[in-house]
């Protein structure tokens, strides 16, 4: 197992994509070449930095210090996982309700990957445990932003729709059903392409990332499978959560819709 | 029935006896439909609404809206397809023919159907609850003058059911016809006496 490591020029050559990119984007008047250079200064900067902190972290093998990033990765996703979304809730339950599903569904595929497939020593190691934590954790909040924002652009139109239910003597679950439904299959559709494509149309970032490190491809392969359901238990949790809690808090107990909880 | 709304209109205080017909007139943006919809528990509001001596602050607010039913002016449908509202059985076609609504419209899809046909649909669509209170707002306004005489046939027949109907209308020559009661609203109160 001789992972293949990147030189400096290796490294140029990627800038030199970037800046191909970007020269393109000039010549063909698309305008995005600024933005472009932004992120991936952005995202080299982000990537180093993370790289550099993993790297003293997996160092000292201290509870605490994992913990800490852990908590530092929770708080960016809980300001993500709201963000880029039209309707809104009001800020603390917005996020609220955001962070506290993705953490939900995140620390629970993580617990069941680190207690059974991965079984590492200790279980909390860092080595194991930030780099799972990171890449569930990207996934659930993506899963649960996309079903929160179904949920809040759909409820503001289908208003008349829902009311119409709520007339007719549903109760609030009844006549939020269909919505919260739909959210939750949104959220997913992502997620279930990537399984559909899996080794199909495209190999898994996971299973390359371990074949290019040196393991064997079918070892590589269950590691992939593994993870792959252990992303989409988490995303069906958090999609769900956010979607339910989400349709709980445009509700009342009175069974009304009460789009005042929407922030104006 | 009798009724102690308040919030952004009112308070209110009326009862409408089983049976009775209470007419509501006002300019648009007096509170009408704002009451209605209080009185169906759908807006958060103080005071309470009884039904024959129960109230809706006592019950489910599912089973309180099963039994005072609000039809709004602009009635919502939650998929194009008119049998996914109302399923076709006796109990239907019989409403639907009271109502001068062909046949056909159970087989249409919603956005094809006009404004009038929908209307009384959703009339429909409330009736087949039995319910003991019909809050209607504009329930004609798209309706012609005999389509209308039918649809208010169809009103009498429920009150004499014992349903009490509290009716929002524009139409002064439909109140004069239909009221057992009336009241005008202006800015959230009632004006004027009780006829």
């Known amino acids: 197992m001789t992972p293949i490591l990147l030189n400096t020029g290796d490294m140029l050559m990627a800038a030199g994509l970037i800046v191909g990119c970007a020269a393109l984007s000039l010549v063909l008047s698309l305008g995005i070449h600024r933005t472009l250079v932004v992120a991936a200064i ?28 852990l908590a530092f990765m929770f708080s960016a996703a809980t300001f993500e996982v709201g963000s880029r979304q039209v ?15 993705t953490m939900t569904g995140t620390i629970i595929v993580v617990l069941v990957g680190l207690l059974t497939a991965l079984q590492p020593h200790p279980w909390y190691q860092a ?21 929160m924002n179904t949920l809040l652009s759909m409820v503001s139109r289908e208003r008349a729709a829902i009311e119409a239910r709520l007339i007719l003597g549903a109760t609030r679950a009844e006549a939020m059903n269909s919505l919260i439904r739909q959210s939750i299959r949104t959220a997913l559709i992502p997620t279930l392409n990537q399984m559909a494509a899996a080794g199909v149309i495209t190999l898994p970032g996971i ?45 009342d107990a009175r069974g009304r819709l009460r789009l005042d909880h929407l922030a104006r | 029935m009798r009724a102690l709304g308040n919030a952004h209109a009112g308070p209110f205080e009326f009862d409408v006896p089983a049976g009775a017909c209470l007419v509501i007139t006002g300019m648009s943006g007096a509170g009408k439909s704002v009451l209605l919809r209080m009185m169906a528990d759908l807006d958060p509001h103080q005071g309470d609404v009884a039904l024959d001596g129960r109230f809706c602050s006592a019950m489910p607010a599912h089973r309180w809206r099963r039994q005072v039913v609000y ?4 009635p919502g449908w939650w998929s194009d397809s008119v049998l996914d509202h109302i399923p076709d059985d006796v109990l239907t076609r019989g409403l639907m023919a009271k109502a001068g609504l062909r046949a056909g419209v159970l087989n249409d899809p919603v956005h094809r159907l006009s404004t009038g046909e929908r209307q009384r649909l959703a009339l429909v669509r409330g009736l087949r609850l039995a319910p003991r209170a019909l809050l209607m707002d504009e329930p004609c306004s798209a309706l012609d003058e005999a389509t209308t005489l039918m649809v208010e046939a169809m009103m009498r027949e429920v009150m004499t059911g014992g349903t009490a109907i509290v009716l929002v209308s524009h139409d002064s020559a439909q109140a004069m016809r239909m009221a057992d009661l009336r009241r005008e609203l202006a800015n959230g109160h009632f004006v004027g006496v009780d006829s």
Request: charged content about 10%.
């Open chain 1, 42 to 69: 952005r995202m080299a900067v982000q990537l180093v930095l993370t790289g550099s902190v993993l790297l003293f972290v997996f160092g000292r093998s201290s509870v605490w210090l994992t913990l800490l990033v």
């Open chain 1, 87 to 101: 309707a809104r809730l009001t800020p603390a339950w917005h996020f609220g309700i955001g962070g506290f599903s």
């Open chain 1, 127 to 147: 080595r194991t445990a930030i780099p799972m934590t990171g890449l569930l954790l990207g996934n659930v909040m993506n899963a649960t932003s996309l079903s």
């Open chain 1, 207 to 251: 299973m390359t990332g371990q074949i290019l490190a040196g393991m064997d491809p079918f070892e590589a392969s269950k590691y992939q499978i593994v993870l792959m359901s252990l992303i989409v238990s988490g995303n069906m949790i958090g999609a769900t959560l956010s979607a339910v809690l989400t349709s709980a808090r445009l509700s």
């Open chain 2, 71 to 74: 039809l709004p002016a602009e």
